[in-house]
Every structure is written in structure tokens, then in C-alpha cells.
């Protein structure tokens, strides 16, 4: 049974997203936990990880375009299934008066670059190579006092 | 240290208990995305073996409180999942009658004090309720759960101090994943080992592997045994890690994805899956039965805040001020 993918709502403010990046085509089954689409709201760029399974049947828009949250984002369902009738449905509802037109005419942004994103998704990734839980250095001052409770 | 010798229906418990734990965070997660869910949300996902192994350890009358990534410590002390959940949509069924929501969870009868918001600001609580427990002569613990981040407060200072002068029967718990928010321990002081904080108030302090819920146990039970018999406040320090933001809307740029897989490899349920399998204590099949029967939990979970009741609006001005007539309510 096909089920509709909504654009999710990443942040408390977010009230459209852009796909920045498909990781799945048409065609390509889809796990519960699988990145399917990058997601740039408005505070920074999200990978959005699927929590439904089945095969990619739609995507609702291309790479660098915008749509509001709760539009149709992807329709996941068994391969070769019809989703017309599912699609149709669902943007006869509740999604209508304002939000269906601007579904469709979301301009394609030019190249979303990394740069135009918000300065917390710029923040350099910091290799923590010593902070892994099982090596715990113990200070000679303490040698006495603390039991180590380390279990590997 | 030796180590404990524990039993099939200990691992077992485990087993069952940090899966909920997780697959009720993943549902949150997916409930959020989906405006079921809205305001704040921390999940816990990467630390349950913190809250599993100090449930094998402490008893109905202690005190939990934590900070705001909240919703498993309920479950240390017995509330059922349905009402941290129905407390998430903000229904009335909720265990804070849907009027606290993520970062506020309480139950009086559990002696769950909450959830707090406050970055530290549950640290000198804690003390507060561990002396009230004091000066009441019962010999109830409690647990007051922190983060890498409060432990840079001001407040933790005077709180173990005075915890330590008085003797007072709590055990302090850095949940130390490594980041407050976005900033690395080792951004933000030159003391980079937490534990030894304790030393500087002669307070009794470890280290703890908690990727491993036995490490968490052993630990857990020295600490409390030690606050129960009078001696005064245990530090510890649990070394985990969260596999999602510290949010619902951080991308979790400053790590790499390399470090994320390496905790993840450690993954405490994983590990207890493996032990469950090798020393034959369960069947494929059992296990299969208790991932079914947790979902069956979750969903339950759901179907019961979904069908909840928001708070009539006569609740808004109730449980705000314990004195009825104060100035700044007007009806």
C-alpha cells in the first residue's frame, strides 16, 4: 500500500524545506533508518533518515527545490504500484488552498551552497579521537581515592 | 573491582528495557517530525544503558532528577510509558497533565522530580531533596542525573560542598556524552575528566564505562550503598554518547560521522543482545518475541496520547503557585 512521505518538519520554525540532496532514486528500496533526502530548513541542512520501508515510487521535488512542510515530499509503496490515485488524494485535502500552488511553483533554488547555510551547520567537525568512554586517564593525585570502575 | 556475576532475568530485563527505551526515542523523533510532537525534544538514544543500570540497583522510595533530556528516567522509577508519551503530545494524560511537555517530567508518586530546563539548575535540587530525606532520618537515595555541560555551572560547586559538609545521601551523575549542544569537553575546560571535580570537596568520585550497563550497575551500587549507609554524596561520571543531535534540529555538524559509527559499534544494547546469544540465556526466537512485544508497547504507547484529551483551558492557572490567591492570578 503506497503511503505519502510528508516534508517533515526538522525544526520548531521551519515552515518549508529544500531538498539538498536525494539519496534515493526511483526505483530503490527504502529502509526504516535509510538517508533518503537531505533537508535545508531554515536553521541549517538536515539529513532526514526514512522510518517507513518500501520501494521509491515519486519524488515531489528536485534537488534545489523548495516545498512547504507537510507537502508531498515522496510516495514509498510496493514496486510497480499506482500511486496517482494516493497523490491525487492527498492534495485534494488538506493541503489545498494555500499551500498546493506554492508546492508547484517552488522555484528551483540556484545551486543551495554550503555557505548560505547558518553558521551552527558550519561549525568544523572536530576529530575527538580522546574521548573515547573506555580510556579514562587517572590523575597521580587521585591514584588513592577513586576506585576505577572501567569495565571493558 | 570484581566484577558482578549477573543473572539470565537481569540481562533479560536489560534487554527489554533499554529497547523500549530507544524505540520509544525513535518514535518521539518520527512523532516530532510529524508536529505530533512540538516545542523541545532530546532524545535519548545512545545512552540507555545509564538509566537501565540504575534500575537494577536502586528502590521505590529514592529520588530521580535529571535536566531536560528526560524521557527514560520515569522509566527508572516505574512510570509506565504511555504517560511520558501522552506527556510529549501535551495531552492531560500526560505524567506532568500534559502542561510540562519534553523537558518536564514529573511524578510525585514516583518521586520523579523532574525534569528541568535549567542547564544545572537540578543539581543544588537535588541536594535539596536529598537534605529534606536527611533531616526527615530516611535512608532513601537520590539520583540527580546532569550533563557535561551543567557540570561548567557555577551551582554544581556549592551544591557539592555543601552536599559533602552535610553529608548528604545523593549520587551525582554526569551523563557525559561529550558535547553540551554543539561545544566539546575539551572546549570548555582545562579539567577534562569530570570525575575528578569531586576531589577538589574530598567527595568520593568514578569514572564509568557507560556504553556497558554492567559497568553502569557495579558502579551504580557502590554509590548508592555508600549514600544509603550515611557516608555522604558519590560522584560519578558516565562516559556515553548520543547518536542524534543534541536537539531535533542539530545536524550534528562539529563530529564526524566516523566518531558516531565508533560509539555505535559499542552500542550498549547490542552488546547485551550478544551476551543474551552467547551465553544461550535467550533464544532467537525469545528475542524476537521481546522486540515484538516492545513495539507492541510503543505503538500502545501512541494510540493511548493519540486518543488523550488536551487540557481543558480552567487548567491553566492550576499547579502554578501552591497559594491560591496569589496577586498575579486574575480569573
Redesign the interface.
Known amino acids: 500500500m503506497a503511503q505519502i512521505v510528508?516534508m517533515?518538519?526538522?525544526?520548531?520554525t521551519?515552515t518549508e524545506g529544500v531538498v539538498s540532496k536525494w539519496h534515493k532514486s526511483v526505483g530503490d528500496t527504502v529502509k526504516n533508518g535509510d538517508l533518503l533526502a537531505e533537508i535545508e530548513?531554515d536553521?541549517?541542512?538536515?539529513?532526514?533518515e526514512s522510518?517507513q520501508d518500501g520501494v521509491l515510487l515519486y519524488r515531489g521535488i528536485e534537488e534545489g527545490q523548495a516545498t512547504p512542510?507537510?507537502a508531498v515530499l515522496a510516495i514509498l509503496g510496493e514496486a510497480g504500484e499506482d500511486f496517482q490515485p494516493i497523490l491525487d488524494e492527498y492534495n485534494k485535502g488538506a493541503a489545498k488552498p494555500t499551500e498546493e500552488p506554492k508546492a508547484e511553483t517552488a522555484q528551483p533554488k540556484a545551486e543551495p551552497k554550503a555557505d548560505e547555510a547558518p553558521a551552527?551547520?558550519?561549525?568544523?567537525?572536530?576529530?575527538?579521537a580522546?574521548?573515547?568512554?573506555?580510556e579514562?586517564?587517572k590523575?597521580h593525585?587521585?591514584k588513592k581515592?577513586?576506585?576505577?570502575?572501567?569495565?571493558? | 573491582m570484581a566484577k558482578t556475576k549477573f543473572s539470565k532475568e537481569t540481562y533479560l530485563m536489560w534487554y527489554e528495557q533499554m529497547l523500549l527505551m530507544r524505540k520509544f526515542e525513535e518514535r518521539a523523533g518520527q512523532l516530532y517530525i510529524q508536529q505530533k510532537i512540538r516545542g523541545f525534544c532530546h532524545l535519548y538514544i545512545g545512552q540507555e544503558a545509564i538509566a537501565a543500570g540504575a534500575m537494577s540497583t536502586i528502590k521505590a522510595d529514592d529520588n530521580v532528577i535529571t535536566a531536560y533530556r528526560d524521557h527514560v528516567h520515569p522509566f527508572i522509577k516505574g512510570v509506565e510509558p504511555k504517560y511520558v508519551m501522552a506527556e510529549l503530545f501535551g495531552k492531560s494524560t500526560g505524567v506532568s497533565k500534559g502542561k510540562g511537555g519534553s523537558m518536564h517530567m514529573f511524578s510525585q508518586p514516583h518521586r520523579v522530580f523532574g525534569g528541568h530546563g535549567i542547564v544545572g539548575g537540578q543539581i543544588p535540587l537535588g541536594a535539596g531533596i536529598a537534605f529534606a530525606e536527611k533531616y526527615k532520618g530516611t535512608n532513601n537515595v537520590t539520583l540527580c542525573y546532569m550533563g557535561d555541560g551543567a557540570v561548567r555551572q557555577g551551582a554544581l560547586h556549592e551544591a557539592f560542598n555543601m552536599a559533602m559538609l552535610w553529608k548528604l545521601p545523593v549520587v551525582f551523575i554526569i551523563e557525559n556524552n561529550n558535547y553540551a549542544m554543539g561545544t566539546s569537553v575539551e572546549r570548555t575546560s582545562n579539567v577534562i575528566e569530570l570525575y575528578t571535580l569531586g576531589e577538589s570537596y574530598d567527595m568520593p568520585a568514578a569514572p564509568v564505562n557507560a556504553m556497558s550497563v554492567e559497568a553502569v550497575h557495579d558502579a551504580m551500587e557502590i554509590a548508592v550503598a555508600h549514600c544509603r549507609e550515611g557516608k555522604g554524596p558519590y560522584l560519578l561520571e558516565m562516559k556515553t554518547y548520543r547518536y542524534r543531535g543534541h536537539s531535533m534540529s542539530d545536524p550534528a555538524k562539529y563530529r564526524t560521522k566516523e566518531e558516531v559509527e565508533e560509539y555505535k559499534a559499542q552500542d550498549p544494547i547490542q552488546r547485551v543482545l550478544t551476551t543474551l546469544l552467547e551465553k544461550k540465556y535467550a533464544s532467537e526466537a525469545q528475542v524476537e518475541a521481546i522486540n515484538e512485544k516492545v513495539n507492541l508497547i510503543v505503538d500502545e504507547c501512541v494510540k493511548f496520547s493519540e486518543e488523550s484529551p488536551f487540557p481543558d483551558a480552567s487548567e491553566l492557572y492550576k499547579d502554578v503557585y501552591a497559594q491560591e490567591d496569589y496577586p498575579f492570578i486574575r480569573e
Open positions: 510528508k517533515p518538519k526538522l525544526s520548531d521551519m530548513t536553521k541549517a541542512t538536515m539529513e532526514f522510518f512542510v507537510d551552527t551547520a558550519e561549525v568544523k567537525a572536530q576529530p575527538a580522546e574521548s573515547k568512554p573506555a579514562v586517564k590523575p593525585y587521585l581515592k577513586v576506585q576505577v570502575l572501567m569495565v571493558a
